[in-house]
């Protein structure tokens, strides 16, 4: 049987739709890793990137740091914690934790350097303007420096989607959660409808995320700064 | 938790390795730069070629790397070409942007300069086009070297003849053991860094013009009005 038809009836196999190894499982699970990750990542990114791009302090600190993260490969990172995971929880602790704090640390680098930006760029006019108008230091962050920093802010958002969901299939090879099971146990069983079935799964999902966050990005952006930019060009 | 004797006892392999590492990063960086570098000045010349190029290279960056290294088995074999095709595949899209974004920097004023003073078209592009266009060709050398050590330790999946440093965290899952795990995965942490600081290094050593406020300066790119009273 050839490579596509074989594909076309993996996916018509109606077994391969149910249970805890089917497609609605899988994908639920790499959607959970994934989200898990982000928010963790952007708990910790995106307030260290606004606080730095608030108040100027820490910023060489910051980007550093963000640049040597930038630098780390996932699945050593993924490895690297293991002895202290899997001492913890002998289940969880090889199989989902490594991976998650693999992609956090694949996350955040994008994350803070974006919220830095868009923060630290906001026109300094329009910040004394803010505090001359009474604006307290947490007013001017969150009501006029983070709004002007949302386009920026997002566009780091996306980034690390992206990066974290394609990343997110290194999971199976701790035998974790995930469409990368698809991969790693087509390429074990030498079953390669399954493998590529895995991996047009894994390119529509990352497909429909892109769509998702690019739309998202045009809603919260505020109308005003819309405008604005469509007026500059 | 981690045995330190298992890691004392196998330093020789944790070597070999190293260089294996070392090995696939760098002809993968080698060759996708040489590919990289003829179809970005193509398309720079040839505007209407960079989409389909960008396009393409960022649709092979998509495909996950658990299925591009063991696409190739069937094909090549074990061979090196198994796991350095799908390095260099996922290689190009970095050197692509980053080449043709240096050639885009290179101000127009310059050019029209060095064509007023007789600069043959080859001539121009040696000595003016290409020197200019170094910081960022060199900037996405760095990128894609660290990019590339990260992949190497995920060719372990092919089979133990790969990996690198990552030969030891497969094995080690294998086997349960975290030692070896860990080991493999901090010595490819180590050497992503180190590799790292080193090519910022060379970056600085090559391009001591690159301060970036200097090119900001240097290229006339306007800088933010804050004093009062100027523009008056």
Redesign the interface.
């Known amino acids: 049987m050839d490579l596509p038809a074989g594909i076309a009836a993996w996916f018509a196999d109606p077994g391969h739709w149910a249970g805890s190894a089917g497609v609605p499982a899988r994908l639920g699970e790499h959607l959970a890793l994934s989200a898990a990750a982000l928010a963790i990542a952007a708990a910790i990114g995106l307030v260290a990137g606004a606080w730095v791009g608030h108040t100027g302090r820490g910023a060489t600190l910051a980007v550093n740091l963000a640049?040597?993260g930038?630098?780390?490969?996932?699945?050593?990172?993924?490895?690297?914690v293991?002895?202290?995971t899997?001492?913890i929880d002998s289940q969880a602790g090889?199989k989902v934790w490594p991976a998650v704090i693999g992609l956090v640390v694949l996350a955040i680098p994008a994350l803070l350097v974006n919220a830095y930006a868009g923060v630290s760029g906001v026109?300094?006019d329009l910040v004394e303007a803010g505090r001359a108008s009474g604006m307290r230091g947490w007013q001017v962050l969150w009501r006029l420096e983070i709004p002007l920093a949302v386009p920026v802010i997002l566009t780091g958002v996306r980034s690390a989607a992206s990066q974290v969901l394609?990343t997110a299939?290194?999971a199976?090879?701790?035998g974790g959660p995930g469409l990368?099971r698809y991969?790693?146990e087509?390429?074990a069983q030498l079953n390669y409808p399954m493998?590529?079935a895995?991996?047009i799964l894994?390119?529509a999902l990352?497909a429909l995320v892109e769509l998702g966050l690019a739309m998202s990005q045009r809603l919260l952006t505020s109308p005003g700064l819309r405008l604005a930019r469509g007026a500059a060009v | 938790?981690?045995d330190w004797a298992w890691i004392a006892g196998h330093l020789d392999e944790l070597g070999y390795r190293t260089l294996q590492h070392l090995y696939l990063t760098s002809v993968t960086v080698a060759v996708g730069l040489a590919i990289s570098f003829g179809l970005a000045v193509w398309a720079v010349r040839q505007r209407a070629a960079l989409g389909p190029v960008i396009a393409i290279s960022g649709l092979l960056y998509?495909?996950?790397?658990?299925?591009l290294f063991?696409f190739f088995v069937p094909l090549t074999g074990l061979t090196d070409l198994t796991a350095v095709i799908p390095l260099v595949l996922y290689s190009l899209l970095i050197f692509i942007r980053n080449i043709v974004a240096g050639f885009d920097a290179v101000p127009v004023d310059v050019l029209e300069a060095a064509d007023g003073t007789g600069y043959t078209r080859a001539a121009r592009f040696r000595r003016i086009e290409l020197p200019l266009a170094t910081p960022l060709v060199v900037a996405g050398i760095r990128l894609a070297a660290?990019s590339t050590?990260?992949?190497v330790?995920?060719t372990g999946?092919i089979g133990d003849k790969f990996g690198g440093?990552?030969f030891f965290?497969?094995e080690?899952?294998r086997h349960s053991f975290?030692?070896e795990?860990?080991a493999?995965?901090?010595a490819?942490?180590g050497l992503?860094?180190a590799v790292?600081l080193v090519l910022v290094r060379l970056q600085r050593r090559l391009t001591p013009w690159s301060r970036p406020a200097e090119v900001a300066r240097a290229i006339g790119v306007p800088r933010?009005v804050?004093g009062p009273g100027m523009g008056v």
Do not use: C, H, K, Q
Request: charged residues 5%; hydrophobic residues 60%; glycine residues 12%.
């Open positions: 640049n040597l930038r630098a780390l490969p996932t699945l050593a990172v993924m490895g690297v293991v002895p202290v899997a001492a090889f026109d300094r394609a299939t290194l199976a090879i701790f990368g991969l790693v087509g390429y493998m590529w895995g991996v894994v390119g990352f | 938790m981690i998509t495909i996950p790397s658990l299925a063991p660290v050590i990260g992949l330790t995920i999946l440093l990552g965290i497969f080690g899952y975290e030692t795990i860990f493999g995965a901090l490819s942490i992503a860094v790292d933010p804050t």
